[in-house]
């Protein structure tokens, strides 16, 4: 059996429309599937909306996919701003601020990093003696 439709991925299966856009059908995924045409980062996959032509075969009541293709585009990335909003990263980095203040932020910050490292490590004198 031949399906192309948009698909709707799940864990183990995808959600299809059924043909001449009929009822929706599960089509499960096993290792045996191949994937071609579809990976993100050399894996295998399937993004919500993304239309796929399916080979599969009826099992009982059930299709299972044998080889999976993708007909057309290519679903674009989810990128963290679709997902957290615009303002995700907070404010500016200190990158920016360095920019902005003509790395006097940066300085500032090195000398009370040191300043509070030479307060925090304890220094060894010449002439005492070792505890322990």
Same mark, same amino acid.
């Given at each position: ?17 059924? #043909? ?17 045409? =579809?990976?993100?980062?050399? =894996? ?26 993708? #007909? ?61």
């Amino acid at each position: 059996m031949k399906l192309t439709a948009r698909a709707q991925p799940a864990p183990g299966f995808l959600t299809v429309d059924g #043909p001449s856009g009929g009822q929706a059908v599960d089509v499960y995924v096993d290792v045996h599937t191949r994937i071609t045409g =579809l990976s993100r980062h050399g =894996l295998p996959y399937i993004g919500k909306g993304q239309r796929v032509r399916i080979d599969a075969v009826r099992c009982g009541r059930e299709l299972l996919a044998r080889r999976i293709a993708a #007909p057309g585009p290519i679903v674009p990335l989810t990128t963290a701003e679709d997902v957290l909003g615009a303002g995700w990263r907070g404010g500016p980095s200190l990158e920016t601020s360095v920019r902005r203040h003509g790395g006097w932020a940066a300085a500032a910050a090195v000398v009370i990093g040191a300043i509070a490292s030479d307060v925090v490590i304890a220094r060894r004198r010449p002439g005492d003696a070792r505890r322990g």
